[in-house]
């Protein structure tokens, strides 16, 4: 430590001759991160010193030939550091170790929480625009392709959870939606639900402990993918539960294959736009009978009575109300194939949520703030590490995955 002070001092010298405040901050700072490097570096040093003395690395049945010491320059959040570490080789079998390495969980030229900030601000914001935060924040400077190469090797696998890891204590609500990004390969659809504790008993009260699962798999893909989300949230022994989606047939399949027991409600709102459209149709856009006639069937189909609505719409389209894209007609079928969906009145009595709300704005900040971006061209393994990194950033788990690379290294 008297060796730090010693190379401290010049520095600790020089803030005797700042004349702003705002110099001064900036001596500080820059004194504060050189002390910092300088501690770490000291005492890691000594750490790996005491391992390497009290530990024998073994290798092949026979003890590892130590053949000298090596220098690692590692950039960690206080700062860059040099250290000097043993090389051990067998003699059996020629493989070489770094058991200092190892320890340290330092992989290539930056440590472990260098390689978490990094991969956490790129899990948020574009790659430059995150370098240059870490930059004026931290100190951090990197290159594009490091940052890229992080992302790709913390990101690069999909997140275990085990099952019943996050139990809800309520009953249960997974909502399903889609939106789209521009990937290699042009626009694809990324497959989003959302799950979240939902108390029946108290309408009123938010969604609590929410998360996430999204990709751009086909739908039998995403299936999985969901459910084993839903079988980490503990979807086996929730108390009921309620699925909630738009009109995409794939939803509902979806849902019916891995939920046959759930609620099924189509999302309110999806109900109300098809409502208008055949609405338009009818009495025109923008027409005070048009708004009346919406209101009519928004008041049935609310109050249980979708066959009344469908009904009307048939007649409509007897009478040759309809136009050339048999609007009417679809409106009328939409609304016999969501029929056991639209029982709005007994899901009200039964305290369920009406509105997919909640996956909604998850298709705009799980994927829309982070793949949206104007000119943004994304590779699909590149896309992939960014949302694998997104989602267990969002879903709570990041220490589980920063764990998971620790081991790995």
Known sequence: ?????????????????????????????TCQRRAGALVMQALAQEAICRREQA??????????????????????VVGTVRLKRRYYRCLACGKRRFPADEWLGWRGDFSHQVQGLVTWQCSSLPYREALEGLEKMAGLELSLLAAENM??????????????????????????????????????EIKVAACFSYDRDDPQRP???????ADWESAEQFRETLWQEALARGVTTARSLAVIGDGAPWVWEMASHLFPYAEQILDWYHLTEHLWTAGKIVHGDGTPETEALVEQWKTE?????????????RE???AGT??????????????????????????????????????????????????????????????????????DRLNGRWPARSELIRRAA
């Open 316 to 318: 409509l389209v007897a």
């Open 151 to 188: 992302v790709a090797r913390w990101g690069k696998e999909e997140l275990t959870c085990a099952p019943y890891q996050e139990r809800v204590e309520q009953e249960l609500v997974i909502e399903i939606d889609g939106t789209k990004a521009h990937l290699e390969d042009g626009w694809r």
């Open 322 to 391: 309809d136009d050339a894209s048999n609007t009417l007609r679809k409106c009328a079928d939409y609304l016999r194939t969501h029929q056991a969906r639209l029982r709005y009145h007994l899901f009200r009595q039964q305290g369920w949520p009406l509105a997919s709300g909640v996956v909604e704005g998850a298709c705009k900040h799980v994927v829309g703030q982070r793949f949206k971006r104007q000119s943004t061209r994304w590779t699909k393994a590149g896309a992939r590490a960014v949302l694998h990194l997104r989602l």
């Open 55 to 76: 530990q024998l690395h073994v290798c092949c049945g026979k003890a590892m030939d130590n053949e000298s010491r090596r220098a690692k320059t590692v950039v960690t």
């Open 207 to 213: 969604p609590e402990a929410v998360s996430y699962t």
């Open 301 to 313: 189909v609310w109050e249980g009575r979708s066959e009344g609505v469908e009904e009307h719409l």
């Open 1 to 29: 430590m008297q060796s730090v002070a010693e190379e401290l001092r010049p520095l600790w010298e020089a803030l005797d001759g700042t004349e702003s405040a705002d110099a001064l901050e900036v001596a500080v700072l």
